[in-house]
T-cell receptor, first 109, second 117 residues
Framework: GENVEQHPSTLSVQEGDSAVIKCTYS??????FPWYKQELGKGPQLIID?????GEKKDQRIAVTLNKTAKHFSLHITETQPEDSAVYFC????????FGSGTQLTVLP | KAGVTQTPRYLIKTRGQQVTLSCSPI?????VSWYQQTPGQGLQFLFE???????NKGNFPGRFSGRQFSNSRSEMNVSTLELGDSALYLC????????????????FGPGTRLTVL
């Protein structure tokens, strides 16, 4: 089955700096790659997603890149703010979502 | 539009008991998926239901089962509870189409925190 690896497991940045989280996947049939943000006591919430026919997608301060050949995709958050502090999960999808292990992002004021 | 709701939010059971969790999807969503979240194993897919039929299943023992009703509401049941079943159980609904591909946004509920003593 699909295996998704996510790094780093924890990430601390100063407010205003950029944060990058990286994921690799194993199943070349995966065609949908969402990123979720989970705040304490809440369920994950989609922040951005990308499909396999697209190499990059941007939504304001958030961007995702996908390299199908290397089977890796990354989340980029620019101009980080304290409210960006949360756990971020990447996922890859064929007939089910397989999640990475999560990254605890802390934005220091 | 109301989000995904899950009941109960918290549950305490003892080993050997069984438990039933409930999920109401977003109106109009026919796909409901269940996930188990633990600190050690992370977020793991349990199963997905679409139009009252289990369409996909993860690698969990048969003690974990579910069903979906005609109004798309879903229940998940765990029988003969073990200590390791303590987890946050998340339900997600989606407008995934009949083709079965997981390529639409999954809307997650707040989860049910199950503690097994």
């Amino acid at each position: 089955g699909e295996n998704v690896e996510q790094h780093p497991s924890t990430l601390s940045v100063q407010e205003g700096d950029s944060a990058v989280i990286k994921c690799t996947y194993s199943d070349s049939a995966s065609n949908y790659f969402p990123w979720y943000k989970q705040e304490l006591g809440k369920g994950p919430q989609l922040i951005i997603d990308i499909r396999s026919n697209v190499g990059e997608k941007k939504d304001q301060r958030i961007a995702v890149t996908l390299n199908k050949t290397a089977k890796h995709f990354s989340l980029h958050i620019t101009e980080t703010q304290p409210e960006d502090s949360a756990v971020y999960f990447c996922a890859a999808s064929t007939r089910q979502l397989t999640f990475g292990s999560g990254t605890q992002l802390t934005v220091l004021p | 539009k109301a989000g995904v709701t899950q009941t109960p939010r918290y549950l305490i059971k003892t080993r050997g008991q069984q438990v039933t969790l409930s999920c109401s999807p977003i109106s109009g969503h026919r796909s409901v998926s269940w996930y188990q979240q633990t600190p050690g194993q992370g977020l793991q897919f349990l199963f997905e239901y679409f139009s009252e039929t289990q369409r996909n299943k993860g690698n969990f023992p048969g003690r974990f089962s579910g069903r979906q009703f005609s109004n798309s509401r879903s229940e998940m049941n765990v029988s003969t509870l073990e200590l390791g079943d303590s987890a946050l159980y998340l339900c997600a609904s989606s407008s995934n189409l009949a083709g079965g591909a997981f390529d639409n946004e999954q809307f997650f509920g707040p989860g049910t925190r199950l503690t097994v003593l």
